[in-house]
């Protein structure tokens, strides 16, 4: 089955220091999303690309987040400088929107990055 | 230090017997609907979608419901089996929105055997 993958899996790291989390979206995917998972908060979107184009970043601090599609086989999301509060799993998904009034698609998630912050 | 955080509804079937999970959702403008299921130190993985131009869909073990006049959507889940034991989510694309789904807290299902 094709997978969405993510890499690093775990990541311990010192407050002030960068953070790159990558993503391979699934061969063919044009919508890659970024979520951030937490126990306070749940599941919250951070942001989305079409077509890798940013669609809407509006989940995310602007300050020290940064997303990026390089191609169209690799998501990044960088941090910095990272912050305890930082600390959470960040997941990656990908989809298929058809056409352009027609988003209705599943997105399928990677295993996520486990990001500590200390 | 005690930890804070969201107490998930949780659900606790006998094994075989069938689950029924609830969600309210929030927006009426909503035209689809995704149910995923999480387990422990994974993704959230696909189980079944539904738009609002539908009442019913069934896969396979899986039925949701769709009932747009109250808002609330459920997951049925025949014959639970242990392997089912997850966290299960609701989400609700509110359309025209490029896509982007809003996710409930998550219902804890957990199967006895």
């Known amino acids: 089955d094709a997978r969405v993958t993510q890499t690093p899996r775990h990541k311990v790291t010192e407050m002030g220091q960068e953070v790159t989390m990558r993503c391979q979206p699934i061969?063919?995917?044009?919508?890659v999303f970024w979520y951030r998972q937490t126990m306070m908060q749940g599941l919250e979107l951070l942001a989305y690309?079409?077509?890798?184009?940013?669609?809407?970043d509006s989940g995310m601090p602007k300050d020290r987040f940064s997303a990026e599609m390089p191609d169209a086989t690799l998501a990044t999301l960088k941090i910095q400088p990272s912050e305890p509060r930082d600390s959470a799993v960040y997941f990656c998904?990908?989809?298929?929107?058809?056409?352009?009034?027609?988003?209705?698609?599943?997105?399928?998630f990677g295993d996520g990055t486990r990001l500590s912050i200390l | 230090g005690e930890s804070v955080g969201l107490h998930l509804p949780t659900l606790s079937v006998q094994e075989g017997d069938n689950s029924i999970i609830n969600c309210a959702y929030s927006?009426?403008?909503?035209?689809?609907f995704i149910w995923y299921k999480q387990e422990s130190g994974k993704g959230p993985q696909f189980i079944i979608d539904?738009?609002?131009?539908?009442d019913k869909r069934q896969g396979q073990r899986v039925t949701v419901l769709l009932n747009k006049t109250v808002k609330h959507l459920s997951l049925q889940i025949a014959a639970t089996q242990p392997g089912d034991s997850a966290v299960y989510f609701c989400?609700?694309?509110?359309?025209?929105?490029?896509?982007?789904?809003?996710f409930g807290q998550g219902t804890e299902l957990s199967v006895k055997p």
């Open positions: 690309f079409r077509n890798r184009a940013p669609l809407d």
């Open positions: 989400a609700e694309n509110f359309g025209g929105q490029g896509g982007k789904l809003i």
């Open positions: 539904i738009r609002s131009n539908m």
């Open positions: 927006n009426s403008a909503s035209d689809y």
């Open positions: 998904a990908s989809g298929l929107g058809r056409q352009v009034l027609d988003f209705n698609q599943p997105q399928h």
């Open positions: 061969l063919g995917h044009n919508t």
